[in-house]
């Protein structure tokens, strides 16, 4: 019993000591100094009460395939739509209609299901550089060319880590900051109803989750192996070059491909090639209601990429002018199946992006094409015609971290202004 009444008598002084040194120390006076800035910052930065964060809503969104039964030749699309890493709403792609999250395990998305956590923008790598593969044999690549393609670009976002530190010390101004801004802030949940009370925002959101899926296959995770790198890049070359075809088949190559492979028996090559075109062409209209269908026919058209390298591997002419003709054209296109003999690759621009814990990059080919490019990303745009900003230290690349944007910006106008006058 005495231990139990000198318990509470210790931790009344352990804490009467604990403010007296923060009182001394002028920490709270800090603190509180802290918060008012991020609430003056806040104040200052928070838009118009008729803007709605939709680019919040994207960043963090994340999209759900899964069948109803093994034998369901469709799969069905669900997104999550989150705020801070907790999910608020789901919306069905099919029944057009917004739910509550499912609390719980739910046993067909986890054993059927496959997730598209959210793709978040890290950065921008503006220029570009051949990547040699005549040491491949190796399996590995040389210390100078995995700098340039992994360690150098990511060093473009070691500020993020700094500033998270920073954040730890200086939490006052993100409480401030928060505070000031929670009237427009997707946590909000009055602000979360009036983002799902917006007229056809259904339509929005699928489109959008549909971009999600469309990017997926052009994601390069951190790949140190030269010859599993050369193969998905080169499976990834013809995924993206297909995707533009499919926005301008001027030529009508993929009906004529089509009817060809139809012909030579590769019956799933054929109709997954005709869906992918399909749901390109459907969704490059934007008043068309989406479906799971559309999700589907990337999915597909993916799997078969990645499978066998090319949808001819099963139909190619086996020889003469036939087959000469035929790679020929495949060639012209972009879409010639990659070969053993390549010693280099061309590496050009890209997006640093991350996906969940891990790194990687997306190249710009689809993300500069306004049907490809993602709401959250198009801040990283300079014009109308979709050119891709080069390395802009913005506060972009501080992620959660966007209260600082504002100060960022002070700052680089005080410099220009400084460089201007001397």
């Known amino acids: 019993m005495k231990k139990n009444r000198l318990l509470p008598s210790r931790l009344g002084s352990f804490v009467s000591r604990i403010a007296r040194f923060v009182l001394k120390s002028q920490l709270l006076t800090l603190w509180l100094v802290l918060c008012a800035l991020g609430a003056l910052v806040g104040s200052q930065a928070r838009p118009a009460p008729s803007t709605l964060p939709f680019e919040e809503m994207f960043e963090n969104m994340s999209v759900l395939s899964y069948r109803e039964a093994p034998s369901d030749s469709i799969a069905r699309f669900v997104v999550e739509l989150a ?82 530190l920073v954040v730890g010390m200086v939490s006052g101004y993100s409480i401030g900051y928060r505070m000031a801004t929670w009237s427009s802030s997707l946590s909000n949940p009055a602000v979360q109803e009036r983002v799902l009370n917006t007229p056809a925002i259904g339509r929005v959101i699928a489109r959008e989750a549909w971009r999600r899926v469309l990017l997926e ?110 790679f020929g054209t495949l060639a012209w296109y972009g879409l010639a199946p990659a070969t053993a003999e390549e010693d280099r690759i061309w590496i050009g621009p890209r997006l640093l992006v991350r996906v969940g814990e891990n790194e990687g990059f997306v190249a710009d080919e689809i993300p500069s094409n306004r049907l490809g490019c993602p709401i959250a990303w198009r801040e990283w745009l300079q014009d109308d015609n979709m050119h891709l900003s080069a390395n802009t230290w913005t506060a972009q690349w501080m992620g959660e971290l966007r209260q600082f944007k504002p100060i960022v910006k002070l700052g680089r106008r005080i410099v220009r202004f400084w460089s201007g006058t001397s």
Not at 146 to 160: G, M
Not at 266 to 277: H, K, L, P, T
Request: with cysteine.
């Open 83 to 164: 705020a801070r890493g907790r999910v608020f709403r789901q919306y069905d792609i099919d029944e057009r209609r917004f739910a509550a999250p499912i609390l719980g395990h739910d046993y067909r998305r986890s054993i059927s299901g496959s997730r598209y956590p959210p793709l978040k923008v890290r950065g921008h790598v503006d220029r570009g550089f051949w990547l040699e593969l005549h040491n491949s044999s190796a399996r590995s690549f040389a210390a100078d060319q995995f700098d340039e393609l992994y360690r150098a670009s990511l060093d473009y976002v070691k500020p993020a880590g700094a500033v998270a």
């Open 217 to 326: 296959p052009v994601v390069m995770g951190y790949e140190s192996d030269a010859v599993r790198f050369a193969s998905v890049r080169g499976t990834q070359r013809i995924y993206t070059n297909f995707f533009r075809m499919a926005l301008d088949d001027s030529n009508a190559f993929i009906p004529h491909e089509v009817a060809r492979l139809d012909s030579a028996g590769s019956v799933r090559e054929s109709r997954a090639m005709s869906a992918f075109a399909q749901a390109v062409s459907r969704a490059a209209q934007d008043s068309c209601d989406l479906s799971s269908a559309d999700f589907t026919a990337i999915e597909d058209w993916a799997s078969i990429l990645d499978r066998y390298g090319h949808w001819a591997h099963a139909a190619t002419p086996k020889h003469g002018d036939e087959r000469r003709q035929y």
